[in-house]
């Protein structure tokens, strides 16, 4: 496989410690790792897999992923930073591209919009796939159309626009079709002189926000979606004017702050957050996002939902 990897143009290697990838610093091996930085590659990258019946697995920044311990038995294909084109006021990237870089380009080009996501970690493909956001906006917002690479039958490209990439509430197309890989993306941003300005002021209230994250211990940033109100949550009624409640706020009141297993640990700093004490593994997370589940689920009826994305996992 390897040979014919680099047969092709893509130098790949064995058996790599995705721990090393993750900002979770947790995770077992590939079985093949190829890094990619164009479209072309990431196209001729799929085909192998197909070709040779591979399952495969694309990893950005490694932010938003646990990985399982036993590693992932197929190809890892890590996009890393490519082209970016400023046509008018649409911006082409490719998904590999740092997130936060990006926008830091789209703003020293005088376009405005993005700044809310300018401390969010990860890849422009990742932000995308998960609707990442911030301070009510999120990336699809600004998404023109995604150019994906479809393997079924064959392997494709397709373009989707807007609409078709349905993105809500940390959702897209895409997380519900892990076979259709964000290639490039157009996002259409407007001149905004006050960009530069906005930036700052999200930089200053980020380090508010900073200071309430736990930040000295390696995470995946927030591990549950924030739960969307309904009328059976009506104690919760504060929340109603924004529509969802923060997942926190059951994990603080089942009491799970602190709680661990292993080297897991729900934060004592912000509930929301499982982080990596030390040298947990990723079974001891997964059973440590378990028990949150279950207890919230028997405390408040409220079944959350994991924002971070495990990866070869057995049964789930
Ligand atoms: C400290 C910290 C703070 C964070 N703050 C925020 C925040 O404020 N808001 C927020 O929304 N998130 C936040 N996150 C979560 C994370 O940064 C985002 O979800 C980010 O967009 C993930 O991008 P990534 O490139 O790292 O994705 P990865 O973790 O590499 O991958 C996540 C998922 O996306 C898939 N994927 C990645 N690229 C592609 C692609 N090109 N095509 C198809 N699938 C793809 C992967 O297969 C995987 O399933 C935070 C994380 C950390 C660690």
């Known amino acids: 496989m390897i040979e014919e990897l680099k047969k092709i143009g893509l130098e790949a290697r064995e058996n790599v410690a995705l721990r090393d990838y993750t900002t979770f610093k947790i995770g077992g091996p590939a079985k093949f790792f190829v890094v990619v930085n164009n479209k072309a590659n990431l196209f001729k990258a799929l085909q192998a897999a197909k070709k040779f019946n ?85 990336a699809g917002d600004f998404v023109e159309s995604a150019e994906a690479i479809i393997v079924d039958d064959e392997v494709r490209l397709k373009i989707f626009d807007k609409e078709e990439c349905q993105f809500a509430y940390r959702e897209s197309i895409f997380k519900k079709h892990k076979d259709w890989i964000i290639a490039e993306l157009a996002f259409k941003l407007e001149k905004d002189e006050k960009a530069a300005e906005k930036l700052v002021q999200i930089q200053r209230e980020y380090s508010e926000r900073r200071a309430k994250q736990p930040l000295d211990f390696p995470s995946a940033g927030s591990s549950f979606k924030n739960v969307l109100y309904s009328d059976e949550l009506s104690p919760f009624k504060e929340w109603q004017q924004y529509g969802k409640i923060p997942a926190a706020r059951f994990i603080e009141e089942a009491g799970l702050k602190g709680a661990k297993i292993g080297g897991a640990m729900v934060s004592g700093k912000h509930a929301n957050f499982v982080v990596n004490a030390g040298g947990a593994s990723a079974d001891d997370v997964a059973r440590l996002i378990d028990l949150v589940k279950t207890k919230v689920r028997e405390k408040f009826g409220v079944q959350l939902e994991e924002e971070v994305q495990l990866i070869g996992f057995r049964n789930r």
């Not at 591979?54 to 996009?79: E, Y």
């Not at 926008?103 to 796939?129: D, H, M, Q, S």
């Open 54 to 138: 591979l399952p495969f697995f694309i990893l950005g920044g490694g932010s938003n992923v646990l990985i399982a311990d036993r590693g992932f038995n197929g190809l890892v294909i890590k996009l890393q930073e490519g082209e970016v084109k400023f046509k008018g006021n649409q911006i082409t990237v490719f998904a590999g591209n740092n997130w936060a870089g990006f926008v830091r380009k789209t703003i020293e080009a005088g376009f405005g919009g993005l700044e809310f996501g300018a401390n969010i970690p990860g890849t422009v493909g990742g932000a995308v796939f998960g609707n990442a956001g911030a301070y009510g906006k999120g």
